[in-house]
């Protein structure tokens, strides 16, 4: 007996008539915002996972529901995989990078050293310290040189060569440093002039003082 109601609960709920709830399936997804990276691989807690090479450096939506993980760009599906449970793991599909334009370099060292300077003229110089420093290791150095191109316009890893070429660093590791610093200072917006508010204080004499009235102050 209810002391509200003075009613039992169960006899009064059948004086409701109340209908039974239909039996429905709810869909619980998890959705996020990721940006994928250069090498075409977006972070998921704590894993990566794969995207087609055309949606590398994007955002994209991320939708986990139950075992499965959806990439979307827009409205439009990309990427589909099954989470992995593991962590630090890295989940590729192959179908992601098929299509990606791989240039074919020379295996032959002069017939490379001749293609760089052809892909980068003026550039026999940097090549010649490649090829002092490293030795029977020059080839990899100027493959991987080349292949930055992928990355990064020819035009930036032409400075950077240049620039490399200045410190005598005769390394890919230290071109790429380079071409990594200059693009992300080419996303740096200028900054304007500082405009002053009194432009005549530019024009105005500064007394000069020997340096010795500030020895006298500091003792």
Do not use: W
Request: aromatic share 8%.
């Amino acid at each position: 007996m209810h002391r509200t109601t003075q009613c039992v609960p169960f006899e009064r709920v059948k004086e409701e008539k109340l209908l039974p709830v239909a039996d429905r399936t709810y869909l619980v997804e998890l959705v996020e915002t990721r940006k994928s990276h250069k090498d075409c691989h977006l972070d998921y807690q704590g894993n990566r996972y794969s995207v087609p090479f055309q949606y590398a450096c994007r955002e994209l939506t991320v939708r986990a529901q139950g075992t499965q993980l959806c990439i979307f760009d827009g409205e439009k599906l990309i990427a589909t995989h099954t989470l992995c449970l593991k962590k630090h793991q890295m989940i590729t599909d192959p179908a992601h990078f098929s299509g990606i334009f791989r240039p074919v370099y020379a295996h032959n060292t002069q017939a490379l050293q001749e293609q760089f300077v052809t892909t980068f003229p003026r550039t026999e110089a940097f090549v010649q310290g490649v090829v002092r420093l490293k030795g029977g290791n020059a080839s990899y150095h100027l493959t991987q040189i080349l292949a930055l191109l992928d990355v990064y316009p020819a035009t930036v890893v032409t400075t950077a060569i240049g620039r490399a070429l200045d410190f005598g660093a005769f390394t890919a590791k230290h071109v790429r440093k380079i071409c990594e610093s200059d693009s992300a200072l080419a996303l740096v917006p200028l900054k304007s002039p500082v405009q002053m508010r009194q432009p005549a204080l530019l024009h105005t004499t500064v007394e000069q003082r020997p340096l010795t009235q500030y020895v006298e102050v500091l003792k």
